[in-house]
Nanobody
Framework: QVQLVESGGGLVQAGGSLRLSCTTSGRTISGYTMGWFRQAPGKEREFVAAIHWSGTSTYYADSIKGRFTISRDNAKNTVFLQMNSLKPEDTAVYHC????????????????????WGQGTQVTVSS
């Protein structure tokens, strides 16, 4: 079955950086848009970023635009989220996600558009 596993989270001071990874097993990520979401305590899950299946387009939430960068390495079956200039409000569990079908419409920013989810990695930003 399809499994997504995130890594790279941790505790960082405000202004610092982290790089999250999401490795997929059970199928290739080639041809699939991939996304990142986050969920802070007491809040709903929110969209963070998505990368087109071709790798040529990206889409970001306004709250992280200019600070985060999503990328993909199809050969490694891995998607990345580079997070710079981190703020305390970025504290959350970060999940990567994948849709069921290839080459869907763009962008995919609703959680309902994704079928497979990782267990998440905790990111904590101290002030």
């Amino acid at each position: 079955q399809v499994q997504l596993v995130e890594s790279g989270g941790g505790l960082v001071q405000a202004g610092g950086s982290l790089r999250l990874s999401c490795t997929t097993s059970g199928r290739t990520i080639s041809g699939y848009t991939m996304g990142w979401f986050r969920q802070a305590p007491g809040k709903e899950r929110e969209f963070v970023a998505a990368i087109h299946w071709s790798g040529t387009s990206t889409y970001y939430a306004d709250s992280i635009k200019g600070r985060f960068t999503i990328s993909r390495d199809n050969a490694k079956n891995t998607v990345f989220l580079q997070m710079n200039s981190l703020k305390p409000e970025d504290t959350a569990v970060y999940h990567c996600a994948a849709p069921e079908t290839r080459r869907q419409s763009w962008p995919l920013r609703g959680s309902y558009e994704y079928n497979y989810w990782g267990q998440g990695t905790q990111v904590t930003v101290s002030s």
